[in-house]
């Protein structure tokens, strides 16, 4: 990299951050983390994450929530970034349904506390944050495109990322803030999170301990492998958009699998069968995702690579690892 950037990324001890920071800090940036290691899920590996990161003259860590404007706002100043990657959130579609107030919190507050964090901020030029494909709800218009209508989420938690993305229109209208959303679509692989059905399968199956299965197996899920993620970061993040707007791209495989499939390949992967209990359908889920990658293709040159059956046993070998199993 001929011109190293000084960047700022948020919810830098989760699955997407970690593997961004170690990314980024490969490719020469420099990289301010920022994370408040709630107990979401169990911190443990979260903390393992960025002892994993490891000793980097790059690189610094701050344990600070994103909705706590004035630190925010006292960190991006001093620092004086470039660019701000901002991936802190409260994740779980399920676990919106009995803890909305969080979602509040963190989704909607933390994101305000980031933009006006970026406008009072001189030094950055371009402002990079997570959605989500559960913005497209029930959409039945496969692939979802970005220019799809999302007025309709199933939960709350998409709502959130809907008003962030909204929320992030305004700013760029108002303030002439180059962003870019993010939607992702069912991220997995090694260090991932463990509320994540890939690895409570993995979990369940090594342990011959039965899994759970909602509508009878019959959803599917556009599954995107952490390294195809990361590619397509690592370009947006080291690009200045032309125009001062807020664009929106979808990051996902655009190859859309079925679970019954899906709990085969983790199976295999295992080496051990899947002994499966069916649910109904549950409250906020959604049957399909399927990504349009037309227009990442087309701007960032974006090429998911990695197919279940080559990402679903590198994530098990890393459990199995990390686990000592």
């Not at 107990?39 to 980097?56: F, P, Q, S, V, W």
């Not at 993620?229 to 664009?247: F, L, M, Y």
Request: aromatic share 12%; glycine share 6%.
């Amino acid at each position: 990299m001929k011109n190293p950037l000084k960047i700022v990324v948020t919810g830098a001890a989760g699955f997407i951050g970690y593997h961004a920071v170690k990314s980024l800090l490969a490719t020469g940036h420099s990289v301010l983390a920022i994370d408040n290691l709630n107990d979401y899920y169990d911190a443990k590996i979260k903390t393992d994450r960025l002892e994993n990161i490891g000793a980097d003259k790059s690189f610094c860590f701050e344990q600070v929530d994103v909705a706590d404007h004035r630190r925010i706002v006292d960190i991006f100043q001093k620092y004086a970034p470039s660019r701000v990657l901002h991936l802190a959130a409260q994740a779980g579609v399920r676990y919106s349904i009995e803890n909305p107030f969080t979602y509040i919190e963190s989704n909607i507050r933390g994101h305000l506390s980031i933009l006006e964090a970026v406008r009072n901020t001189p030094s950055i030029r371009h402002l990079i944050y997570a959605s989500s494909s559960s913005v497209y709800g029930n959409n039945t218009d496969a692939p979802f495109s970005e220019g799809d209508r999302v007025d309709k989420p199933v939960s709350l938690y998409a709502a959130t990322k809907r008003a962030d993305e909204l929320m992030s229109e305004s700013y760029s209208e108002l303030y002439q803030i180059p962003q870019t959303g993010l939607r992702f679509f069912t991220v997995y692989g090694p260090w991932g999170r463990p509320d994540m059905a890939y690895w409570s399968f993995t979990k369940a199956i090594l342990a011959s301990t039965p899994i759970n299965v909602y509508n009878g197996g019959e959803l599917e899920r556009d599954f995107t492998y952490i390294d195809d993620v990361i590619q397509a970061i690592i370009r947006i993040v080291e690009d200045v958009p032309k125009n001062k707007s807020n664009r929106i791209y979808n990051i996902g495989g655009s190859h859309p699998r079925n679970l019954h499939e899906f709990i085969d390949i983790i199976s295999s992967a295992c080496g051990k069968t899947a002994i499966c209990k069916n649910y109904p359908m549950q409250k906020g889920d959604v049957y399909c995702t399927y990504a349009d990658l037309t227009k990442i293709k087309e701007d960032y040159h974006y090429k998911p690579e990695i197919t279940l059956e080559i990402g679903i046993p590198k994530f098990v070998n890393w459990y199995k690892q990390y686990h000592e199993i």
